[in-house]
């Protein structure tokens, strides 16, 4: 033909073409080593080439439809329709036959498989039927240790998962290690809750726990107890003259001179800043007097690191029936107030 060739045409040639190119390859590619051998010479062909160098052909700049033996390329291409048919029908028919042959074949097993069901089903169920009570036995169990764990928010139960390896003695053992890690932690929370992080004694909060379960027994039995109220001399100064760094050296040192010279059941904290507290149970006011200028003195004597002596200024109080802590804590800090007016490195009493 002479007419213009429609640009569309050539489009969708080299689309189709493609696309054959690509199941072409994926087809050789899949087939099993004695199919490739009988299929794949056809593609080297002299009818197959000739085709697809058409098609290239006309794919080209300048191509011509005329230049084309259009009855040529005709039977070139029915006879390879032709031969992709035979080869269809052939691979159809040996899939059929493929599958028929794995159909008796799973038929035959599974006849095999329903005996050796019915034979094994008994002790099957029997295990079935022990494993679950197994399994319920470690439920409870588990179910019962949590329970008390919530109920009692005490993570120091455990679990007693036994000797055995299974799943649930895994699971028991975990569990175990996170009771210890949940307890551990809770532990430490509490000791930092409860310490002065600086100088590793009791802060403010948890002294006012402990002092106030010292004054109750010391009001139950008829006994006293000494409350020290001590602020370091000058500490300002030091800070003002040294750096806060010296200034925190000075006040852990302050705290070990203090803790080395209390008794075990004497309390000791941190108050604030530079302020310290003791609580001596059971120490009458002259005890109590001499109790705190010791304590006085042996600060007096130590030598801290960058800085040399630093004294101490203490208001000393005597607890009294029926009062409370923060009425006893403000006769303590009036006369720190009197010790500090009257020159410092003092102990006065209220």
């Known amino acids: 033909s002479q007419e213009k060739p429609n640009p569309r045409d050539f489009v969708d040639l080299a689309i189709y073409y493609g696309l054959f190119q690509q199941h072409a390859h994926e087809f050789l590619r899949g087939l099993p080593s004695a199919d490739y051998a009988a299929i794949n010479p056809y593609f080297q062909s002299r009818e197959y080439l000739r085709v697809i160098a058409t098609v290239e052909a006309a794919l080209q700049p300048g191509y011509v439809a005329s230049h084309v033996d259009s009855e040529k390329w005709w039977s070139n291409s029915t006879a390879v329709i032709d031969h992709f048919k035979a080869v269809e029908d052939s691979t159809y028919q040996k899939q059929i036959n493929l599958a028929s042959a794995d159909i008796d074949r799973k038929k035959r097993n599974l006849n095999i498989f329903a005996v050796t069901a019915v034979m094994a089903g008994l002790l099957v169920s029997l295990f079935a039927m022990l494993t679950i009570a197994r399994i319920l036995r470690a439920l409870n169990e588990l179910q019962r240790t949590l329970g008390n764990i919530i109920e009692e928010e005490n993570f120091t139960l455990r679990l007693h998962p036994g000797g055995k390896s299974d799943e649930f003695s895994h699971i028991g053992h975990s569990l175990n290690q996170l009771l210890e890690f949940t307890d551990s932690l809770i532990r430490d929370k509490e000791r930092l809750a409860s310490t ?16 106030a379960r010292e004054m109750s027994r010391a009001d139950r039995y008829g ?43 004497d309390l000791l904290a941190r108050w604030g800043g530079e302020e310290f507290v003791v609580l001596a149970p059971e120490t009458r006011p002259e005890a109590a007097l001499q109790f705190a200028e010791k304590l006085r003195e042996r600060v007096a004597a130590e030598q801290f690191p960058g800085v040399g002596p630093v004294t101490c200024s203490v208001g000393l109080a005597n607890t009294r029936p029926g009062e409370s802590f923060d009425a006893l804590a403000r006769r303590a800090d009036d006369a720190l107030y ?3 007016e009257t020159g410092r490195n003092r102990v006065c009493v209220a």
Request: charged content about 35%; hydrophobic content about 35%; some cysteine.
């Open 223 to 265: 006994t006293e107890c000494a409350y020290l109220f001590i602020d370091i001399d000058h500490f300002k100064r030091v800070n003002d003259e040294h750096g806060h760094a010296v200034g925190d050296e000075v006040l852990k040192g302050f705290a070990e001179v203090l803790r080395r010279n209390l008794r075990t059941s």
């Open 338 to 340: 009197e010790a500090k």
């Open 196 to 211: 002065d992080e600086l100088t590793g004694i009791m802060n403010r909060r948890s002294f006012m726990k402990s002092a």
